[in-house]
């Protein structure tokens, strides 16, 4: 009879038995299959997670970049440019520069494509008597509008240009002569309306007069002189002062770079701690996710074994019954001729083909609850994303292996066993 024959006709006999056997490799692969399949689900979810996180980080990044950049930009310029020659003794001493530089220069540097600095704006200041108002000691300073870089595009002013035949006083300037937007005041012979009034700052902005440019080149006798230009240093690499003067040595030749540390320095640490907390929060999320991914590893690393050991005694279990209940009919077959090797690949084949089918449906059954208990949403890229073709050939192919070792021993003590001996205790 072929072996083939008997094994199909002990398929059909003992179905109880082979389904049995089938549900318990098919609870084994099922478990390792949902089990790798949450942890691909649960890595694709991290992954669209921090893509989600990191696109919101950015987008509030930018955010928070403007409204530090607003922030930052009341503190006022952070370099200031001085005419060669400038003794830093005496700019500290009187609060201005004493030398004048061409006003040409901003016009230089403005096209010369520079990019560590921004928002140029040149200025003549000078400490003065004001004789309409007794003598009072003022700083009169000249501004126009900031010159914008050929080679960037416009950005916001950080100081409004004060229109001709206009004044903007500083706190004790017009608090002290009871002066408001509107009226007019007369300055070294020529007369001003109140176009602003600043609120007290505690600096020397508090006796300044800004009025513009061309008129108090006129007033100081400096037409087409300045004596500083001011700039705001940008936050990006290569912007260190050291630097800064490199590139300003090779465009105005002798100017001095003087940096506003303090500004600078607070600039900067706002700045920076804006992307630190966005990239804490990043990496916040990612440690929380793989936190969640190691729990879920630790518990597969002792289900899944535990599972494959309790299939494989269930399976032993089973061959150990099969066999016993047909001593009888082995002893039989074996008095007919028919070989020992014959009758064990009868009961190593079954088992193998319980491990495939049982492979076969646990891949499917565990693939769709990993699928649906899985993180991510349903959908056929999400399911050929997690669909894992290696971990299907290799259940398909240990299964099986697994299932004829397990039934190994029963199978060969009863073919061992002398078919006389056999019908005559039966």
């Keep these: 009879m072929s072996p083939w024959l008997l094994i199909l006709r002990e398929i059909r006999l003992r179905w109880i038995s082979f389904a049995l056997g089938v549900v318990s490799v098919l609870v084994a692969v099922g478990v390792l299959t949902a089990q790798l399949t949450l942890l691909v689900a649960h890595d694709l979810r991290t992954q669209q997670i921090l893509e989600e996180k990191r696109a ?27 005419p060669e020659g400038q003794r830093l003794t005496d700019l500290y001493v009187a609060g201005h520069s004493a030398r004048d530089m061409p006003e040409s220069y901003v016009d230089r540097l403005a096209n010369s494509g520079i990019m560590t600095i921004r928002h140029l704006l040149p200025i003549a200041e000078q400490e003065i008597q004001w004789p309409e108002e007794d003598g009072r000691t003022i700083v009169l300073v000249g501004t126009r509008g900031e010159v914008p870089l050929s080679h960037r595009a416009p950005l916001e002013p950080m100081m409004i240009p004060v229109p001709a035949g206009s004044a903007v006083l500083g706190y004790a300037i017009w608090d002290s002569l009871g002066l408001g937007v509107g009226d007019t005041i007369t300055l070294l012979g020529r007369k001003f309306s109140v176009g602003r009034c600043h609120p007290a700052r505690g600096t020397r902005d508090d006796i300044t007069v800004w009025i513009d440019l061309a008129e108090a080149q006129q007033l100081l006798g400096m037409e087409g002189r300045v004596n500083a230009i001011l700039a705001l240093k940008c ?12 590139s300003m040595a090779a465009i105005l030749p002798g100017v001095q770079v003087i940096e506003l540390a303090t500004r600078v320095i607070t600039r900067a640490e706002a700045r920076d701690r804006a992307a630190a907390a966005a990239k804490a929060a990043l990496e916040a999320e990612r440690m929380h996710r793989v936190h969640l991914r190691g729990e879920r590893e630790a518990f597969a690393s002792w289900l899944v074994p535990l599972v494959t050991l309790g299939a494989a005694a269930w399976i032993g ?110």
């Design 56 to 82: 919101e980080t950015e987008a509030e990044m930018r955010v928070l970049e403007d409204d530090y950049r607003k922030i930052m930009k009341k503190l006022g310029f952070n370099i200031l440019l001085l």
């Design 235 to 246: 936050h990006c690499e290569g912007s260190d002062v050291s630097s800064i003067r490199k």
């Design 317 to 426: 279990l089973l061959a150990l019954v099969n066999v016993r209940e047909r001593t009888a009919e082995i002893g039989i077959l074996r008095a007919l001729g028919v070989r020992s090797r014959q009758i064990m690949l009868v009961f190593l084949a079954r088992a193998m083909l319980v491990g495939l089918a049982g492979a076969v449906l646990g891949y499917g059954v565990g693939f769709a609850v990993g699928l649906l208990a899985g993180e991510v949403s349903l959908a056929t890229d999400t399911a050929g994303a997690l669909f894992m073709p290696g971990l299907l050939a290799l259940v398909t192919a240990a299964a099986p292996l697994l299932a004829a070792l397990a039934s190994w021993p029963p199978a060969l003590a009863a073919v061992r066993r002398d078919p006389a001996v056999v019908l005559r205790e039966e």
